[in-house]
């Protein structure tokens, strides 16, 4: 079935990228997304691509796509301690809409 | 706008208690849903509803129960509570079923003794 998958912990010191990757079975896919979940908080949009997309720029955030290897990636340039969260993974499945969720990647930032 | 809003933030219950969990969202959002999210499980929904009056189950409905008389509440009912329900839930709403983006609520973090 599909299946979305990211590593589950990345720690990364102030001021340094952090890149959090994300891989995906569903070749139909349609649109990808990346919410972030800071502690005892609700999950917030930060950035979608579509698939017809390589790649997506919003200030500090870049967004890779790899169809070919059904790849997606997050940077966040210049960390900060702001965003020390969970990052989640979410792919909208092509034939039948629905969404499916990675576990979520922990960020830290070390000072 | 408040967003979306969920009462309550923490609750306790014993097992086999019944208990509602609400939800309002005042974007006039078609699209609601429940959500649980659990340690290593990351988030699973339970059920949806794509407007007033039709609800459908979602991966992990057993145990609940939802109901939407109106576009603005889709409160979540969970019968006869049992340890394995505790979780956090989370609510989310948007526009439709394809939009884009989700507004999430900040969540119940429940516990069944």
Redesign the interface.
């Given at each position: 079935g599909e299946d979305v998958e990211q590593s589950l912990f990345l720690s990364v010191r102030e001021g340094d990228s952090s890149v959090i990757n994300c891989t995906y079975t569903d070749s139909s896919s349609t649109y990808l997304y990346w919410y972030k979940q800071e502690p005892g908080a609700g999950l917030q949009l930060l950035t979608y691509i579509f698939s017809n997309m390589d790649m997506k720029q919003d200030q500090r955030l870049t967004v890779l796509l790899n169809k070919k290897d059904k790849h997606l990636s997050l940077r966040i340039a210049d960390t900060q301690t702001g965003d020390s969260a969970i990052y989640f993974c979410a792919v909208r499945a092509g034939n039948n809409r629905k969404l499916i969720w990675g576990l979520g990647t922990s960020l830290a930032v070390n000072p | 706008n408040a967003g979306?809003t969920q009462t309550p933030k923490f609750q306790v219950l014993k097992t086999g208690q019944s208990m509602t969990l609400q939800c309002a969202q005042d974007m006039n959002h078609e699209y609601m849903s429940w959500y649980r999210q659990d340690p290593?499980?990351?988030?699973r929904?339970i059920h949806y509803s794509v407007g007033a009056g039709i609800t459908d189950q979602g991966e992990v409905p057993n145990g609940y129960n939802v109901s939407r008389s109106t576009t603005e509440d889709f409160p979540l009912r969970l019968l006869s509570a049992a340890p394995s329900q505790t979780s956090v839930y989370?609510c989310?709403s948007s526009y439709s079923?394809?939009y884009?983006?989700?507004f999430?609520?900040?969540?119940t973090r429940l516990t069944v003794l």
């Open positions: - | 979306v290593g499980m990351g988030l929904l989370f989310a079923l394809e884009n983006e989700q999430f609520g900040p969540g």
